[in-house]
T-cell receptor, first 117, second 113 residues
Framework: AQKITQTQPGMFVQEKEAVTLDCTYD???????LFWYKQPSSGEMIFLIY??????QNATEGRYSLNFQKARKSANLVISASQLGDSAMYFC??????????????FGKGTKLTVNP | DVKVTQSSRYLVKRTGEKVFLECVQD?????MFWYRQDPGLGLRLIYF???????EKGDIPEGYSVSREKKERFSLILESASTNQTSMYLC????????????FGSGTQLSVL
C-alpha cells in the first residue's frame, strides 16, 4: 500500500500567488517525521521543510509552510508568493522509525509545479 | 558541508553485466539509502543500511544487493543488469536523529542496453 500519496501530478500557479501541494500519508506509528523536498531540473534534491509527528505547531521556513493535520494524516506544503524559480518537482516524504534503531524514508510520486509569469 | 559522492554521473552497461554503484559520505552518518527515480514513480527505496554490515530491504530490492563494509561507503550491486534497471539512482545519508534531513548525492543515470 502506498505510504505517501501525492494526488496532483502537475500544478500551475501565477507568479506571486500562493499554492498548496497536497500530501497524505499512511502509518500506524505514533512517532514519525514528514519532509518536503524540491527537485529542480538540475536534478539536485533540496530539503525544504520538516514536521515531526509530535510538533504541535505547523512548521514554517521562509515562504514555505507545512499544513499538518494529524487526524487527517495530511501534510500539505504551502508556498506563498510563488516565484519563477519555484518551478520544479516537489516530493513529500515520511520517516518511519523501525525496530532495532533503524529508520527509513519513503517518498511520494511527486508534483510538478510550474510557475507562470 | 556534508558531501555525498556518487562515483559516476552517467553509466552505460550491457544486459547481463554486473554493475557496481558506489556512494561515499563524509559526515560519519549512520544511515545510508539507495533510491531509484523514474518519471511518474517518484523515488523508490531499494535498500538501506543503519550501520556497518547491516542492511535492510526497501520497497523494490529485487535484482539488487548492497554492501556496507565501511561506515562511509554504501555500494549498490546489480548482479545481472537488465534493461528495466535503466534509471536514475540516488544515494542519500543522514544521522540517526529524527529531524535530520537526508543529504543526497548528485545521482547516477544508468542505461542498460
Amino acid at each position: 500500500a502506498q505510504k505517501i500519496t501525492q494526488t496532483q501530478p502537475g500544478m500551475f500557479v501565477q507568479e506571486k500567488e500562493a499554492v498548496t501541494l497536497d500530501c497524505t500519508y499512511d502509518t500506524s506509528d505514533q512517532s514519525y517525521g514528514l519532509f518536503w523536498y524540491k527537485q529542480p531540473s538540475s536534478g539536485e534534491m533540496i530539503f525544504l521543510i520538516y514536521q515531526g509527528s509530535y510538533d504541535e505547531q505547523n512548521a514554517t521556513e521562509g515562504r514555505y509552510s507545512l499544513n499538518f493535520q494529524k487526524a487527517r494524516k495530511s501534510a500539505n506544503l504551502v508556498i506563498s508568493a510563488s516565484q519563477l524559480g519555484d518551478s520544479a518537482m516537489y516530493f513529500c516524504a515520511m520517516r518511519e522509525f523501525l525496530r532495532g534503531g533503524s529508520e527509513k524514508l519513503v517518498f511520494g510520486k511527486g508534483t510538478k509545479l510550474t510557475v507562470n509569469p | 558541508d556534508v558531501k555525498v559522492t556518487q562515483s559516476s554521473r552517467y553509466l552505460v552497461k550491457r544486459t547481463g553485466e554486473k554493475v557496481f554503484l558506489e556512494c561515499v559520505q563524509d559526515m560519519d552518518h549512520e544511515n545510508m539509502f539507495w533510491y531509484r527515480q523514474d518519471p511518474g514513480l517518484g523515488l523508490r527505496l531499494i535498500y538501506f543500511s543503519y550501520d556497518v554490515k547491516m542492511k535492510e530491504k526497501g520497497d523494490i530490492p529485487e535484482g539488487y544487493s548492497v554492501s556496507r563494509e565501511k561506515k562511509e561507503r554504501f555500494s549498490l550491486i546489480l548482479e545481472s543488469a537488465s534493461t528495466n534497471q535503466t534509471s536514475m539512482y540516488l544515494c542519500a545519508s543522514d544521522s540517526r536523529q529524527g529531524n535530520e534531513k537526508l543529504f543526497f548525492g548528485s545521482g547516477t543515470q544508468l542505461s542498460v542496453l
